[in-house]
């Protein structure tokens, strides 16, 4: 059966830190990746996602960048974090028109 | 682009009480719609889905039925449980973005009470 684990949990940073979340999805093969983020009053807003190895689109502009080394690893980075950056991000996959996304634990990130 | 609405929360409401959360969407083409569930501290998980007009979608008692003529997908539950308390988000298929992303609308929260 397919798995999906995001890492770290709960993530306390300062304004100006670096940021890595990792995103890997197990039991299924070349998956399209999404980073939601989830801030309070806001609903879940689409970040990035990915149809291969390489190939990242980004719905907003931001202070945030995603890549994908390998077919089934999705990162969340930053190089400087700001405080709008807080939030719960949640890393999904689906694999085709089915519309049905598979979301992971998801991480909270608060930027202080 | 397509887009998703769905009434302002929280939603209080005693066990085994009949609910209804409101969704309605605004879309070209045919998408297909979602209900999704939260649970504190976790990501979403798949409630039930509709993929075309008057289907209906069902799973541990809630239903919702994809209303084309007024473009709405309500979720409903005739008696709740406590343990029903979770933030509940309606979504739509994006045809507009590749790679098959959902639209989501903003959640409604629900808290059931013994």
């Known amino acids: 059966s397919q798995t999906i684990h995001q890492w770290p949990a709960t993530l306390v940073q300062p304004v100006g830190s670096p940021l890595s979340l990792e995103c890997t999805v197990e039991?299924?093969?070349?998956?399209?990746l999404y980073w939601y983020r989830q801030a309070a009053g806001r609903g879940l807003q689409l970040l990035f996602y990915?149809?291969?190895?390489?190939?990242i689109s980004s719905e907003v502009p931001q202070n945030l960048s995603a890549s994908r080394p390998q077919d089934r690893q999705f990162i969340l980075s930053s190089k400087k974090l700001l405080l709008s950056d807080s939030g719960f991000y949640l890393c999904a996959w689906s694999v085709g028109p089915t519309g049905e996304l598979f979301f992971g634990e998801g991480s909270r990130l608060t930027v202080l | 682009g397509n887009s998703v609405t769905q009434m302002e929360g929280p939603v209080t409401l005693s066990e085994e009480a009949f609910l209804t959360i409101n969704c309605t969407y605004t879309a070209t083409g045919y998408p297909s719609l979602f209900w999704y569930v939260q649970y504190p501290g976790e990501g979403l998980q798949l409630l039930l889905k509709?993929?075309?007009?008057?289907d209906k979608g069902s799973n541990k008692g809630f239903e919702a039925t994809y209303r084309k003529e007024t473009t709405s997908f309500h979720l409903e539950k005739g008696s709740v449980q406590v343990s029903d308390s979770a933030v509940y988000f309606c979504?739509?298929?994006?045809?507009?973005?590749?790679?098959?992303?959902?639209?989501f609308g903003k959640g409604t929260s629900l808290l059931v009470t013994p």
């Open positions: 990915s149809v291969g190895i390489g190939q």
């Open positions: 979504a739509l298929s994006d045809q507009s973005v590749s790679g098959y992303a959902l639209n």
């Open positions: 509709a993929t075309k007009a008057d």
């Open positions: 039991g299924t093969s070349n998956p399209n």
